[in-house]
């Protein structure tokens, strides 16, 4: 597992190098195994410094996740000082999917439960409002397909943007 970790974080150091995108000094790549520690003793191991605010990015994790692991690592992350925040996308509830939904959906989850890492966290968009209320945010957003669209992918020359199939969310929450 650790191999794994470590190979993670290098792939995501080859790729922000790739696209010449500078390492700012004070960012920290934190390997996590969620499913034998918990995120606060994986940051303890890091020496992360719990006094200062600090913003995390999950991203393709959440639908891998028991909802005991996830309730954790937001709690964890809520705990922190005001400032912090997370950011991370989550899978919606099979049955809110439209049928083109539903069809990709099951395509997608056979593929990763073929792979050995079954989705097991499926929210919608007011459990999540519930869960994130439950830990502590203070403020949050959430950001379907279109919304994402609208803001990060409107005018691009290429015409690249996001499926209308419309299989998750993006969350950001902030202490």
């Not at 960012?27 to 499913?35: A, K, S």
């Not at 099979?94 to 083109?100: G, W």
């Amino acid at each position: 597992q650790q191999e794994h970790e470590r190979a993670t974080q290098q792939g995501k150091r080859a790729m922000l190098a790739e696209a010449a995108i500078a390492v700012p000094g004070n960012l920290t790549f934190v390997p996590l195994d969620l499913e034998h520690h918990t995120l606060a003793e994986d940051l303890t191991a890091a020496a992360f410094d719990a006094q200062q605010p600090a913003f995390f990015g999950w991203l393709g994790v959440i639908p891998y996740l028991p909802l005991e692991t996830f309730r954790a690592t937001l709690g964890t992350i809520a705990r922190l000082p005001t400032g912090s925040g997370v950011g991370f996308d989550y899978a919606l509830a099979p049955e809110t999917l439209s049928k083109a939904g539903r069809t990709a959906f099951d395509a997608l989850a056979g593929r990763v439960a073929a792979a050995g890492e079954p989705f097991q966290l499926f929210l919608t968009p007011e459990e999540l409002e519930r869960e994130l209320r439950r830990a502590g945010f203070q403020r949050f957003e959430q950001l379907d397909y279109r919304q994402l669209n609208e803001r990060y992918f409107r005018d691009r020359a290429d015409g690249l943007k996001l499926s209308a199939v419309g299989l998750g969310m993006l969350a950001t929450a902030w202490v």
